[in-house]
Structure formats: C-alpha cells, structure tokens
C-alpha cells in the first residue's frame, strides 16, 4: 500500500484526516480509470460506442462500484495496471524508437506503483514488458524495454524483501496456511462462473452475433438445450449464483456487522438469482460457440493488428491474476476486477465485427440495472455503517470506552489499533510479542464472530446490531432507524448488553 498510503496522505493533507478523505482519494482514481478504461478499448481496436460500453462496463460493475467508494487497494491497484496495459500495448504497436522508448518506461513506472499497491500486479509489469520487448524485438528501443523490465524486477524484489522485514507484517499465504477454504478446482470453476455473470451485458451482444453468423436451425437447435439444461441447473438452491459469498451475494454487499449476514433481508430475490445464473449459462454458451466460429473462418482474434498485440500483453495477466487466486487460501469476487477489461474488449471485439456499428439497446439496458443495483447495494452498506456507527458514539457520549462497545470488524478493528497498535494476527512473526495465543472467547455462540480473535483488547459489554439475538437484552438507548434500497424497507440498529451485563473475552 505504498503509494495508496502517499496518495491519502495528499488528500488528508488538503482535507484533514477522516475515513470520508481517504475514500475520496480511492474516487479520484476511480475517475481517472474511466478514459484510461476508453483509451484502451480504443488501443485494442474497439470502436467508439464499443469502446464506451466497455468501460461503463467496467466501471459501473457491482463488484467495482464498492471498491471504488472505499480505500481498499483493489481500485487503486487497478488504475495502475490499466495504465501500464495501456502504456505497454503503445510501446508494443509503436512505429518508432521514441515512442516505443517513452511508452516502455511510462509502462514500467506504474507497473511499479501497481505492485507496491497490490502484491500480485507485479505480475503485470513483468509480463507486459517482456511481451513488448518481444513484439520489438528487431528494433534497438527493445534494450530500453529490456532495461526497464530489469529495473522493474528489482523494484519488485527490493520492495518484496523491505516489505516482509517489517514489523507487524503477516507472512505471505501463499501456499495455503492451513488448508484451503475452496478446493483449487472449485475455486476456478467459481471463479468463472463469477466472471461469467459479470460480463452477461457483453455476452447478450454475443447471443445477438450468434443469431447473425449461425443458420437459423443451428441456432434454434443449441439454444433449445442450452436453456434446458441452464434451467435444470440452476433450479437446484446450492447453485445459484452468486457462488462466492464475498463482495456481492444475495443480502447486497457482504456485511461485517454483529448480526448474522443470514437475517437480512434479502436483496436478490431466488428468481433473480435463477434469471442470473440462466443468463450467464447461455451466454457462456453463445460465446464460446461464436469464439470458436472466429477461431477457423471469422477474422481471427489474435491476428487482428490492434486487438493481436493486447491479448498478447493482457490475457496472459489475467491468466495469472485466475490462477493465483484459486491458490490461496480463500476466493473472492473482487480478484476478477483487472480481469473484466480483458474479457470485455476481446467480447466485443468479436460483437462489434458481427453487429457493425451500433450497442444494442438491450446491452445498454443490462447494463443500466447493473449500475443500479451496484448503486443500491453501496448505498445500503453506507446506511448501514451510519446508522451502526451513530449508535456507537452515543454509547461513546454517555462515557462508555469503546473498547466496551462491539459493532462490527471496521469499528472494533479501529479500536484495537488505537488500544493496542495492531490486530492480533498469528501470521505475524516479527517483533515475538505481537501474537497473542486465543485459544478461548466467552460469549454466546451469536458472538463468536470470526474476527475477535484479532482483537483481544476488546472486552465488549454493549452490542449494536441490525438483528435481535436471543441471547441479548435491549437497553435503554434509542434505536437508529435508516432506509435500505434493496428491498426498500426500514431498518432498525439497536445496542443490546447481555443479561448480566458482564463483558466478553479472548484469552
């Protein structure tokens, strides 16, 4: 989190320090990704309403739009990585020395602030470069590529070792700790049922391709099936999507509260979920049929002079960014984020050759309620964080410690740190006392949430939470009511204590 920390720093400087200043800075990134997402496209060979509907694509994501509005480093990260795609597809395509020169060391300098955000994008300068320096391989600007490739491993190996001699630094998980929350099989095939649902605004243009390119028959003869089989699949509970139970899941974005995730109300109905997971199936269906189709006759991908190079640089990244994550030791959703814009381009890539010129409008409305409902979770997750986080300070006013008071993993996190100066953590090695051995934690089973062993110093005897827990009692504080999107409804936080008032601890 290197230059994700100097990056806030200049907006705390200008704004004060506040959580509200650190999410700014993540939107300003967020902002600046947009024509860097458009200027790609346009690189790869989109055109330009192709080109738009990748990037508000992209950008307008359910899994994107949260990250963006907080300071995790996956927005960040990928504005990097965008930018050094960007620079090395240039310096790839470019005619001339000084161009590819110039693109080639613009494309190592944020492929350096992409890793020291994000581990895992060093990936993307390695790969990049040396897939542009390849492609340039005849001219003498390559040597310049070669030499930016050699500074950028440097970096990463100086920045790797820096990093892991710090104090109060996990080590690395990788291979799994203990054991896999997900086999490496069901974590690929989650993954790709993910990424396949993200993209269903892309793959309703590869069905309408489809219908062009295929006799009638043939197509009314695999669709039948398909839709068969896609209803048959997904009538069964344990497969609808969303599989992974990260940012996105059925109650909206996935909550840290007190309360069980499971007692909220739920957001995307079962039949939503069907539609979801139906609509990803056939289109899954129609665009490997249609890529397939590209592969022996259609103008072949990979041999396109704008689109040839970009997958040449940017597939085998997201090959690797796939890959590393069905590794570790939990699978989320927000891993895909560098990936979309790879699918996304070569999709329509193949759309924009069988369609002509125009979106249709039916891709334009998919994507409009996907905004939508990305809206409408983040809305929901910030109601949800005020309504909580006003209960605590009236806690906090009426001269309770907060290091009494348990809301959920971003308050009582916060509060270790200012109580303790680091979560209790047993990656941690370095220095010896930073781990603290939990091998206990008081409570009703309700309050064994997963998190309090990272936090010791909490010795909680006041509650808030969304869902009344049989093992608590009310007190005499108001409840904080807020309105919640999806579903549009009223909902209530309380502080609760238990009956005997008596504190909860780890040791």
């Known amino acids: 989190m290197i230059p994700q920390a100097f990056w806030g720093a200049l907006f705390f400087k200008a704004l004060g320090f506040s959580f509200t200043a650190a999410r700014i800075s ?96 060093w990936a993307a300068p390695l790969w990049m470069l040396a897939a542009a320096a390849w492609r340039q391989r005849r001219r003498r600007a390559a040597l310049t590529l070669a030499a930016a490739w050699l500074a950028t491993a440097a970096a990463c190996a100086a920045t790797l070792i820096w990093y892991y001699r710090q104090d109060y630094v ?27 649902i993200l993209t269903i605004p892309a793959a309703v243009m590869l069905v309408a391709t489809s219908w062009r390119l295929f006799p009638r028959k043939e197509w009314t003869a695999a669709a039948i099936p398909t839709i068969a089989f896609a209803a048959y699949y997904e009538s069964k509970p344990l497969h609808w999507p969303p599989r992974l139970f990260d940012t996105v899941n059925e109650f909206g974005l996935l909550f840290f509260g007190v309360s069980p995730v499971a007692l909220r109300p739920v957001a995307l109905a079962p039949a939503a979920r069907i539609a979801m997971g139906v609509m990803a199936i056939a289109g899954s269906v129609a665009s490997l049929a249609v890529l397939a189709r590209a592969a022996i006759g259609f103008p072949r991908p990979w041999r396109d002079r704008d689109l040839g190079p970009f997958l040449s640089i940017g597939a085998p990244y997201a090959a690797t960014v796939v890959l590393a994550s069905v590794i570790r030791s939990q699978v989320f959703d927000r891993y895909l984020i560098p990936v979309l814009p790879v699918a996304v381009i070569l999709m329509l890539w193949v759309c924009q050759k069988g369609l002509g010129q125009r979106v249709p409008l039916t891709a334009w409305a998919v994507v409009a309620l996907y905004a939508a409902f990305g809206i409408a979770i983040t809305h929901d ?122 504190a909860l601890e780890c040791y």
């Open 170 to 196: 996990p080590r690395l998980d990788l291979p799994w700790p203990s054991g896999p929350a997900l086999s490496t099989t069901s974590g690929l095939i989650f993954l790709l049922e993910t990424l396949a």
């Open 381 to 502: 997750a910030f109601a949800s964080a005020r309504a909580r986080l006003q209960a605590a300070e009236s806690l906090v006013a009426a001269g309770i410690p907060r290091s009494e008071i348990m809301v959920g993993l971003e308050y009582d996190a916060w509060t270790q740190l200012e109580v303790n100066g680091h979560v209790n953590d047993k990656r941690v090695a370095s220095p010896s006392f930073a781990y603290r051995p939990i091998t206990r934690c008081t409570g009703p089973s309700e309050l064994r949430i997963w998190y309090r062993p990272w936090l010791p110093d909490l010795q909680p005897r006041y509650f808030v939470a969304e869902d009344r827990l049989r093992a608590l009692s009310p007190t005499r504080f108001s409840q904080v009511t807020y309105r919640q999107w999806l579903p549009l409804v009223d909902r209530h936080v309380a502080i609760y204590t238990l009956p005997d008032q008596s």
């Open 26 to 121: 993540t939107v300003a990134l967020a902002l600046l990704l947009v024509p860097v997402l458009y200027l790609l496209g346009r690189e790869a060979g989109l055109r330009p309403a192709f080109a738009n509907f990748a990037t508000l694509l992209v950008v307008l994501c359910p899994v994107f739009l949260p990250e963006a509005v907080s300071f995790m480093t996956d927005a960040p990260s990928f504005f990097f990585t965008a930018v050094c795609l960007y620079a090395a597809l240039r310096s790839a395509k470019a005619e001339g020395d000084r161009a590819c020169r110039r693109w080639g060391l613009c494309a190592g300098a944020f492929g350096i602030l992409a890793g020291m955000t994000r581990q895992l994008c």
